[in-house]
């Protein structure tokens, strides 16, 4: 059987519905034969593991623990789904407080057990900021650290494909930028549509301004819309393409699609959040914004809006002043 590595992945949070889909998608696209799960719930963490055995792969050296430092102990790559899920009636935003103190408690384990790691995907909300947290206490450089934001491009495909009722294989450049929850920035001059730019369809015949704000909108809720339906949060896409983000990391297929990334520089400063990216096994390298100035004014109330639950950590005391970051990761400038 031949993989992408023999490099130890470890997925954090793998007793859940995300974890549990991640594990699969990783054997199935023969990532790596050295898989760990990890997971406080231990019952549960068993049981993923049985049915994972159950499927009859070859050559793969499955493990599982309830120990996070011989979870991460090793590990070359890791992935982690590891804070509470979103519920009926949340926001992103709601998870905060619990989930900012998971991913300080998470950014020191790796720092302690794994800080030879080569990268880490952050995926549990909000994930700018959990990302950012994680970043800080682990002590790697941005390049390594990345959060799930691609779902709500992918969003974007699909519902454009869905209004224009072709193969979503004809929506190309659909991005979503700045924050990952409901301040996000939906940019249309990025896309086309069967080879015809979006800009030029909005407002016409073909895609009235109403149904594009409408479209926006479903894109926006696009996570709600998903609990509303099957009664809980997403969990096959965030898990495929979270492994997928993986496995460009581990020098497979580059992964282009936006990503949350560190960013500090003269527009948008000390913040993690979704930007055009491309990860490689070099780590994740970051693309200047290109928008209207309408879209651009979009992505800086999302900036804001991440600003504020940023500060919000820092009054919280689960992440320092911005000024005392340095000598937390002195590879944040």
């Known amino acids: 059987m031949e993989f992408l590595s023999?490099?130890?992945?470890t997925i954090v949070g793998a007793a859940g519905m995300i974890g549990s889909n991640m594990a699969q998608t990783a054997l199935m696209m023969h990532l790596t034969?050295?898989?760990?799960?990890?997971?406080?719930?231990?019952?549960?963490?068993?049981?993923?593991?049985?049915?994972?055995?159950?499927?009859?792969?070859?050559?793969?050296?499955?493990?599982?623990?309830?120990?996070?430092?011989?979870?991460?102990?090793g590990a070359k790559y890791v992935v982690s789904s590891g804070g509470a899920a979103r519920k009926a009636g949340m926001t992103r935003e709601d998870l905060l407080k619990g989930n900012a103190q998971i991913a300080e408690d998470f950014g020191k384990a790796v720092r302690e057990y794994c800080p030879d790691v080569k990268h880490v995907v952050v995926i549990f909300n909000p994930a700018d900021i959990t990302g950012l947290i994680t970043l800080l206490y682990s002590g790697l450089k941005p390049s390594q650290v990345s959060t799930l934001a691609a779902l709500d491009s992918t969003r974007l495909r699909s519902e454009l494909a869905k209004y224009f009722k072709i193969s979503p294989d004809k929506i190309q450049g659909a991005r979503t930028y700045g924050g990952h929850g409901e301040q996000m920035a939906v940019f249309a001059s990025s896309v086309t549509v069967d080879n015809q730019p979006l800009i030029h369809l909005i407002n016409t015949g073909k895609?009235?301004?109403?149904?594009?704000?409408?479209?926006?909108?479903?894109?926006?809720?696009?996570?709600?819309?998903?609990?509303?339906?099957?009664g809980r949060s997403s969990f096959?896409?965030?898990?495929?393409?979270s492994i997928e983000m993986i496995a460009a990391a581990m020098g497979g297929k580059p992964f282009t699609w936006p990503v949350g990334t560190y960013v500090n520089d003269d527009e948008f400063k000390h913040i993690m959040m979704a930007c055009e990216t491309t990860i490689t096994a070099d780590g994740i390298t970051r693309k200047p914004f290109e928008g209207t100035p309408e879209e651009m004014k979009e992505l800086q109330k999302s900036y804001q809006h991440l600003c504020k639950l940023r500060d919000e950590v820092i009054e919280m005391g689960v992440l320092p002043k911005i000024a005392d970051w340095h000598r937390l990761n002195p590879n944040i400038d």
């Open 207 to 230: 895609l009235p301004a109403a149904d594009w704000a409408e479209i926006q909108q479903k894109v926006i809720q696009g996570g709600k819309n998903i609990i509303d339906l099957r």
């Open 236 to 241: 096959q896409s965030p898990a495929y393409v």
């Open 6 to 9: 023999q490099d130890k992945l």
């Open 33 to 73: 034969p050295n898989i760990c799960l990890y997971d406080p719930y231990a019952p549960g963490l068993e049981g993923v593991v049985e049915e994972l055995r159950h499927c009859g792969f070859e050559g793969v050296n499955l493990t599982y623990t309830s120990d996070i430092a011989e979870a991460l102990r």
